[in-house]
């Protein structure tokens, strides 16, 4: 079974679309949420992410954009992009978004993986080092979790003699590549697909990742996508210029 694996793709439909075209064969997707927030797209991205499947985990945007998470807890950006996202939602994209499930989430035919935004004990907590990572990496029985929040691609493993993290390297910063991890027996693993829409590791090409689980390989991807496209979305919508400029760093 091979899965697609895309996490926080924030309203960025042409991310999504590129994501979606570059991607090889799959049998199933799952989304690490954050479907929204950010960009400027939020009806036609989760109407184009329903299409693709049912499995779902919520991101703390997601929360946000319907009123389950305090906007104090975000950054002024994040708040004003939160505020704009609710008042575009469709009544059916809002009631879709608040029934979104809490993580972890199974997934359905391979009881080896689980899904999650955050972290398995707090879908909001930000893993972004081995420090964080250990405790879950141990405390859960489940030995490979899928997470996302950081838009931060690569992950954290462990084993009986050591435990660290990991990040794809590629080539290039503008053409389409993949880079390929076997996982291997009697090893935790927590993998982070990276962000389809707001990349945050100095890359700016959409992010996402596919599972062999007949084979145990994680294929992490990049893809360039129409940037400039996206970038006048988000200034014709009157968000934040900043939310369109850093879409061009990768930060």
Known sequence: ??????????????????????????????????????????????????????????GNHDKAATGLLDLEDFNPLAATSAMWTRE????????????LPHGPVPLENVPQAQLVHGSPADEDAYVVSIGDALVPLLAVSTPLTFFGHTHLQGGFFANGSSADGFRPEYRTVGQAESVSLQLKPNTRYMINPGSVGQPRDGDWRAAFALFDTDAQIVHFHRTPYNLKSAQERILSANLPPRLATRLAAGR
């Open 1 to 58: 079974m091979r899965i697609l694996l895309l996490s926080d793709i924030h309203a960025n439909l042409e991310a999504l679309e590129a994501c979606l075209a570059a991607a090889p064969a799959h049998d199933a997707v799952a989304n690490l949420g954050d479907v929204v927030g950010y960009g400027a797209s939020p009806n036609e991205v989760i109407d184009r992410s329903r299409e693709l499947g049912k499995v779902f985990v919520r």
């Open 88 to 99: 575009q939602l469709s009544s059916e994209h809002h009631e879709w978004l608040r029934e």
